[in-house]
């Protein structure tokens, strides 16, 4: 699962339980209605940085 905007502030804990919370939820079954995330695996901050070395596109 992947979310854009997100609060890179969250210690580990509120994030564990959050993605608990939604494991919990059983959104996600295959299609025998198996759950597919019963317990969370692992999260991280994936962030990018662009380097702009020059832009001639016109001002908008």
Not at 50 to 60: E, S
Request: glycine share 2%; no cysteine; proline share 5%.
């Amino acid at each position: 699962m992947q979310f854009n905007f997100v609060d890179t502030d969250l210690d580990t804990e509120k994030v564990k339980q959050a993605m608990q919370q939604l494991a919990d939820l059983k959104l996600f079954v295959d299609k025998d209605k198996h759950p597919l995330y019963e317990v969370p695996m692992g999260a991280r901050y994936v962030t990018t940085t662009d380097h702009v070395l020059f832009d001639n596109k016109p001002a908008k």
